[in-house]
C-alpha cells in the first residue's frame, strides 16, 4: 500500500505561480511512476505532468507532460524525501481545478492509477 498526501494548493492571480508537493508513505519504491492529474468543475480528469526514473537508475529521470501546460510545470521528485513536487508558473484560470497526486507500480499515471491523494484545490483568479 501507498499513501499520498497533497499540499500546497491555493488562490493566485493570473501569471502568478504555485508549488505542489505530494509526500508519499508506504511501499514507494514499488513505485513506477508517479504525477499529478487535476479535475476541473463539470470536466473529467485530466493528465498534467508525470515522472519515472530512468531504467539504468543512472540517467536523469524521465519526465512526461500535458501539452496545456508544457513550458510552464516542472514536475520533479527528491527519493530521499519520498516526495514529488509541481512548480506550476505563468497560471492561467483555465489552471482552475482540483489536483491529484498519483502513484502506479507498473505505469505513467496518465488515466488512471492504483494510488490517489486526497487533492488540493488550485484557483487562479483572472
Known amino acids: 500500500q501507498v499513501q499520498l498526501v497533497e499540499s500546497g494548493g491555493g488562490l493566485v492571480q493570473a501569471g502568478g505561480s504555485l508549488s505542489l508537493s505530494c509526500v508519499a508513505s508506504?511501499?514507494?519504491?514499488?513505485?513506477?511512476?508517479m504525477g499529478w492529474l487535476r479535475q476541473a468543475p463539470g470536466k473529467e480528469r485530466e493528465f498534467v505532468a508525470a515522472?519515472?526514473?530512468?531504467?539504468?537508475?543512472?540517467?536523469?529521470?524521465?519526465?512526461y507532460y500535458a501539452d496545456s501546460v508544457k513550458g510552464r510545470f516542472t514536475i520533479a521528485r527528491d527519493n530521499a524525501k519520498d516526495t514529488v513536487y509541481l512548480q506550476m508558473n505563468s497560471l492561467k484560470p483555465e489552471d482552475t481545478a482540483v489536483y491529484y497526486c498519483?502513484?502506479?507500480?507498473?505505469?505513467?499515471?496518465?488515466?488512471?492509477?492504483?494510488?490517489w491523494g486526497q487533492g488540493t484545490q488550485v484557483t487562479v483568479s483572472s
Open positions: 498519483a502513484a502506479d507500480p507498473v505505469q505513467i499515471p496518465r488515466t488512471g492509477a492504483s494510488y
Open positions: 508506504g511501499r514507494t519504491s514499488s513505485m513506477y511512476g
Open positions: 515522472i519515472r526514473w530512468s531504467p539504468d537508475r543512472w540517467s536523469p529521470p524521465r519526465t
